[in-house]
């Protein structure tokens, strides 16, 4: 009886053993990933994010909010707006499988030491000008990231991007796609004349426009996002 009491304790010591240890590994590998996408938890962000389309006919066109699944129509303009309401960073990425991927915001990397202030307004594109979809159909995606810390691994992807020959340019593309999803998986989130071509992934996708015949503000339906650690939103549009 004692002897099997004795070796009902050891197992009993040695389980508790085994599953410190489990837990343990399990907190270095999360620790690891999230360190490696450069995403810390508990860090609360704050920001306005606005994406809205002109939508209708000529004059009949209203502003609406883009779902993070929507169908636009050759001709359709939109329009993004981010606005610090605390301390973060806040990039978008744009994406379509002919063209590749382009960071919209920040404008450049170096922007975070330069012009990043809170209670400012950034409109994607800058200024009065809008985005018009083209004549070349297919799925446009668009990725919204937000982090109290710098993806560092992501700029570090774009500035490597952005200098590497087409050969090159395929693999890079494959890891910032892996990347924003690693991101995702880690804190998934509980008519003016043209002025000239907006380059979206080294093609010609859009056209920008100027703001000269009372096109509506996009601020004007931000929402408000709060959250601690990240977050990670996919628009898809079917352009149509």
């Known amino acids: 009886m004692f002897s099997l009491s004795g070796k009902l304790k ?31 938890a508990g860090e609360v962000i704050g920001f306005r994010w606005a994406f809205g389309a002109l939508l209708g006919n000529n004059n009949e066109r209203k502003l609406e909010r883009v779902a993070e699944e929507a169908t636009l129509k050759t001709g359709d303009q939109f329009k993004m707006m981010v606005e610090l309401e605390k301390p973060c960073f806040v990039y978008v990425i744009y994406y379509n499988s002919k063209d590749g991927v382009k960071m919209l915001f920040p404008y450049d990397i170096n922007q975070f030491q330069t012009d990043y202030q809170v209670a400012k307004k950034y409109y994607i594109p800058q200024g009065d000008a809008w985005f ?38 395929s693999e890079l593309i494959k890891r910032i796609l892996y990347e924003i999803q690693s991101i995702k998986n880690i804190n998934r989130e ?51």
Request: glycine share 10%; net charge negative; hydrophobic share 40%.
């Open 10 to 40: 050891q197992m009993k010591w040695m389980t508790c053993g085994l599953t410190l240890l489990i837990l343990g590994l399990m907190f270095c590998l999360e620790g690891g990933i999230a360190s490696a996408s450069g995403v810390q």
């Open 132 to 169: 018009e979809l083209d004549q070349h159909v297919g799925r446009e995606t668009f990725h919204l990231l937000a982090s109290a810390q710098r993806l560092t691994a992501m700029e570090e992807l774009f500035n490597e991007y952005e200098t590497a020959d087409a050969a090159k340019r």
């Open 190 to 240: 509980l008519a003016a004349p043209a002025e000239r071509p907006v380059p979206i992934g080294g093609a010609i996708r859009g056209m920008e426009k100027i703001q000269g015949n009372n096109l509506p503000d996009v601020a004007s339906i931000a929402e408000d996002i709060a959250c601690t650690g990240s977050i990670a939103r996919t628009y898809n549009i079917e352009h149509q």
